[in-house]
């Protein structure tokens, strides 16, 4: 026989009903769904006999318990997780793209468009950055469907992308 749980579930009718209602919802994220059926049986079971029923580890009945006795629903939602920095601050970013859709003669190059190779010995001579690579380069540009090298081409041609 496993120890009852210290951390006691109970539910208020407008909690019982909002947590049913995540239930049915067809886009709900998986995740908050076995959340929400964890904490809607601990109220009756024991974390032994939820995790038998849910398939899942009684650790994480547990765990979930824990957290909505102590901070409610909001206790339900994913906490912030710690990610690698970024890399190169979001100034630079803004400035690279800004020279990307320029054109070269307004900064003295003698091209019709920016590539990529060119782009970065343009910011290079800038100062802003030591290196960058180009799959990071890329990457900026892409975010906001920046492309140089096409500039031209719609221009005389008439289009617009």
């Given at each position: ?62 765990k979930w ?8 629903r909001s ?14 601050p979001s ?71």
């Open positions: 026989m496993s120890r009852p749980s210290p951390f006691t579930v109970t539910l208020t009718a407008t909690e019982r009903r909002v947590l049913q209602g995540r239930l049915r919802r067809p886009t709900a994220q998986q995740g908050y769904v076995l959340r929400a059926r964890i904490v809607l049986a601990a109220e009756a079971e024991q974390n032994i006999q939820i995790a038998g029923r849910l398939g899942v580890a009684v650790n994480t009945v547990s318990r824990k957290r909505f006795s102590q901070e409610g206790g339900l939602r994913d906490c912030k997780r710690p990610g690698r920095s970024r890399r190169f100034v630079v970013v803004i400035e690279v793209k800004a020279i990307a859709c320029e054109l070269p003669a307004t900064r003295g190059v003698p091209l019709g468009r920016w590539s990529l190779a060119e782009l970065r010995d343009e910011v290079d001579t800038t100062g802003l950055i030591d290196r960058v690579s180009v799959s990071t380069r890329w990457r900026w540009l892409d975010e906001d469907a920046i492309r140089p090298w096409r500039h031209l081409w719609v221009r005389k041609l008439g289009r617009e992308p």
